[in-house]
C-alpha cells in the first residue's frame, strides 16, 4: 500500500513538473519600459507605441505577451523596473527605456542578470557586460559626423555648447570635444541646465559672451526647445547645431517659428521624401509612417517613435530565430536571442541599417546612420 502510494504521489508531481514546465515555456515575454511620464515622455509614449505596433502577436508559432512599464523619466525608478521585468515577470528580452540616465540604469541590471537589452538611447557599459547591450540609436561617434562636416565645410573656429546636466549632456559634450580635436576646433562656453528647469537666461547670455562662430546643444525632446528658443530669442545668428535627442514632433510645435533653420542630425525616417527609391530604408520608412498614422493621426510618427519600431523588428527578428535552439523563459533562450542579434546583417530599418556583429561594440549602425537636416517651414528637410 505504501508502495503504491509512493508511486502515485511521484506520478503527480512528475506531472505537475511537466505542467509546470510548459507554462513556464508557453510564451515570449518581452520587457518594455519607457518615460510615459516626466520629462521625456514626449520621446518615451511614441516609443512604446511604435514597439507595440513592430511585435507581432506571435512569433515562430509562440504567443508574445509584452509588459510594460512607465519609469517617470527617473533612473531610479528605472532601476526598480529592470528588477521587476526581470525577477518577478522572467521577461526574455527588455526594450527601451527613453532617456540615458534611466538607459544606464537599467543597462547595468539587465547586463548582470545577462538578459538582452535594447536602449531607446546610445549607452555604452564600457565593459564586457556590453554583450547583452543592443543599441538602436546610433552612438555620438557617428550622429555628430554630419555636424562636424558641416562645421568644417563652413570654416567654423569656435563652437559653444549649452547642454542637460545630465548623462545625455556628458555624451553630448564628449563627443562635440572628439570632434573639435579633429578639427582644431576651440569650444569657448559650456553651459548647462536640467530637464525641468524652465529658465536658461543667465547660460544663454555667459554663452553668447563668449562669440562663438557656432552652438551645439546636448538636449533632448520638449525640454531641448527651451535652450534653442532662448538661444534664437538672444538674436544669436551663427548656426545652432542639435543631436539627434530633439526628433520627436513636440519640440517643432512647441519651438514653432524659433526653430526655423537650426540644424540637427538624424537617419532615414526624418526625410522619406529626400530618400532614392534604391535605398533600402525607404520601404521600411514608408509603411511605418502609413500605419502608424492610421492608428494614431497623421503627423504623429516621428524620429524618436522610429527608434521604438526599429527595436521591435529587429528583436522580433532575431526571437524567431532563437526558438531553433531554445524555449522562452530560459537562460538559454535569453542568450539565444543576444547571440541572433548578433547575426543579424544589413537589416533596414526607420532609422539605420542594422548590423551588430562586434561582440565588443554595442551598436549596429555605419558612417551612413544619419543625415544633417534642418528645420524649414516648420518640418525637417535634407541640409545638404
Same mark, same amino acid.
Given at each position: 500500500?505504501?508502495?503504491?502510494?509512493?508511486?502515485?504521489?511521484?506520478?503527480?508531481? %512528475?506531472? @505537475?513538473?511537466?505542467?509546470? &514546465?510548459?507554462? #513556464?515555456?508557453?510564451? *515570449?515575454?518581452? !520587457?518594455?519600459?519607457? /518615460? +510615459?511620464?516626466?520629462?521625456?515622455?514626449?520621446?518615451?509614449?511614441?516609443?512604446?507605441?511604435?514597439?507595440?505596433?513592430?511585435?507581432?502577436?506571435?512569433?515562430?508559432?509562440?504567443?508574445?505577451?509584452?509588459?510594460?512599464?512607465?519609469?517617470?523619466?527617473?533612473?531610479?525608478?528605472?532601476?526598480?523596473?529592470?528588477?521587476?521585468?526581470?525577477?518577478?515577470?522572467?521577461?526574455?528580452?527588455?526594450?527601451?527605456?527613453?532617456?540615458?540616465?534611466? %538607459?544606464? @540604469?537599467?543597462?547595468?541590471? &539587465?547586463?548582470? #542578470?545577462?538578459?538582452? *537589452?535594447?536602449? !531607446?538611447?546610445?549607452? /555604452? +557599459?564600457?565593459?564586457?557586460?556590453?554583450?547583452?547591450?543592443?543599441?538602436?540609436?546610433?552612438?555620438?561617434?557617428?550622429?555628430?559626423?554630419?555636424?562636424?562636416?558641416?562645421?568644417?565645410?563652413?570654416?567654423?573656429?569656435?563652437?559653444?555648447?549649452?547642454?542637460?546636466?545630465?548623462?545625455?549632456?556628458?555624451?553630448?559634450?564628449?563627443?562635440?570635444?572628439?570632434?573639435?580635436?579633429?578639427?582644431?576646433?576651440?569650444?569657448?562656453?559650456?553651459?548647462?541646465? @536640467?530637464?525641468?528647469?524652465?529658465?536658461?537666461?543667465?547660460?544663454?547670455?555667459?554663452?553668447?559672451?563668449?562669440?562663438?562662430?557656432?552652438?551645439?546643444?546636448?538636449?533632448?525632446?520638449?525640454?531641448?526647445?527651451?535652450?534653442?528658443?532662448?538661444?534664437?530669442?538672444?538674436?544669436?545668428?551663427?548656426?545652432?547645431?542639435?543631436?539627434?535627442?530633439?526628433?520627436?514632433?513636440?519640440?517643432?510645435?512647441?519651438?514653432?517659428?524659433?526653430?526655423?533653420?537650426?540644424?540637427?542630425?538624424?537617419?532615414?525616417?526624418?526625410?522619406?521624401?529626400?530618400?532614392?527609391?534604391?535605398?533600402?530604408?525607404? @520601404?521600411?520608412?514608408?509603411?511605418?509612417?502609413?500605419?502608424?498614422?492610421?492608428?494614431?493621426?497623421?503627423?504623429?510618427?516621428?524620429?524618436?517613435?522610429?527608434?521604438?519600431?526599429?527595436?521591435?523588428?529587429?528583436?522580433?527578428?532575431?526571437?524567431?530565430?532563437?526558438?531553433?535552439?531554445?524555449?522562452?523563459?530560459?537562460?538559454?533562450?535569453?542568450?539565444?536571442?543576444?547571440?541572433?542579434?548578433?547575426?543579424?546583417?544589413?537589416?533596414?530599418?526607420?532609422?539605420?541599417?542594422?548590423?551588430?556583429?562586434?561582440?565588443?561594440?554595442?551598436?549596429?549602425?555605419?558612417?551612413?546612420?544619419?543625415?544633417?537636416?534642418?528645420?524649414?517651414?516648420?518640418?525637417?528637410?535634407?541640409?545638404?
Amino acid at each position: 500500500m505504501n508502495r503504491r502510494h509512493s508511486v502515485l504521489v511521484s506520478a503527480t508531481l %512528475a506531472m @505537475a513538473l511537466v505542467m509546470s &514546465a510548459n507554462q #513556464a515555456h508557453s510564451e *515570449i515575454k518581452i !520587457g518594455i519600459a519607457h /518615460s +510615459l511620464s516626466g520629462p521625456a515622455a514626449s520621446q518615451g509614449i511614441p516609443q512604446k507605441q511604435a514597439i507595440e505596433m513592430a511585435i507581432p502577436a506571435e512569433i515562430g508559432g509562440e504567443k508574445v505577451r509584452i509588459v510594460a512599464l512607465d519609469d517617470a523619466t527617473d533612473p531610479s525608478v528605472a532601476a526598480r523596473n529592470a528588477k521587476k521585468l526581470i525577477e518577478e515577470e522572467k521577461v526574455d528580452i527588455i526594450l527601451g527605456p527613453t532617456a540615458t540616465p534611466s %538607459a544606464i @540604469a537599467m543597462a547595468q541590471i &539587465a547586463a548582470a #542578470a545577462e538578459v538582452p *537589452i535594447m536602449p !531607446g538611447a546610445p549607452v /555604452s +557599459l564600457r565593459d564586457a557586460r556590453d554583450t547583452w547591450l543592443f543599441n538602436v540609436p546610433p552612438p555620438p561617434s557617428k550622429w555628430i559626423v554630419p555636424v562636424a562636416a558641416d562645421m568644417k565645410r563652413r570654416g567654423i573656429k569656435t563652437v559653444g555648447f549649452l547642454g542637460f546636466s545630465d548623462a545625455w549632456g556628458d555624451i553630448c559634450l564628449a563627443a562635440l570635444k572628439e570632434q573639435a580635436e579633429k578639427l582644431g576646433l576651440k569650444i569657448v562656453a559650456e553651459e548647462r541646465y @536640467a530637464r525641468a528647469d524652465t529658465s536658461v537666461t543667465g547660460q544663454v547670455l555667459k554663452l553668447l559672451a563668449a562669440k562663438p562662430d557656432a552652438i551645439f546643444l546636448g538636449v533632448s525632446g520638449t525640454a531641448g526647445v527651451l535652450g534653442n528658443v532662448a538661444i534664437v530669442e538672444r538674436g544669436y545668428t551663427g548656426p545652432i547645431y542639435n543631436s539627434n535627442g530633439v526628433f520627436n514632433g513636440d519640440f517643432l510645435t512647441l519651438g514653432g517659428k524659433s526653430l526655423e533653420g537650426i540644424y540637427g542630425t538624424i537617419g532615414a525616417i526624418a526625410i522619406p521624401d529626400s530618400l532614392s527609391d534604391s535605398e533600402p530604408r525607404k @520601404a521600411v520608412v514608408v509603411d511605418f509612417l502609413r500605419k502608424f498614422d492610421e492608428k494614431y493621426g497623421k503627423g504623429k510618427a516621428d524620429a524618436i517613435s522610429g527608434f521604438g519600431y526599429d527595436a521591435g523588428l529587429l528583436a522580433s527578428a532575431a526571437i524567431e530565430k532563437a526558438l531553433a535552439s531554445a524555449k522562452p523563459g530560459t537562460p538559454e533562450f535569453r542568450a539565444a536571442i543576444a547571440a541572433e542579434i548578433r547575426k543579424l546583417q544589413r537589416i533596414p530599418g526607420t532609422h539605420s541599417i542594422y548590423t551588430y556583429n562586434d561582440p565588443t561594440w554595442p551598436w549596429g549602425v555605419g558612417d551612413d546612420a544619419t543625415f544633417l537636416v534642418k528645420v524649414q517651414k516648420g518640418k525637417w528637410v535634407l541640409a545638404n
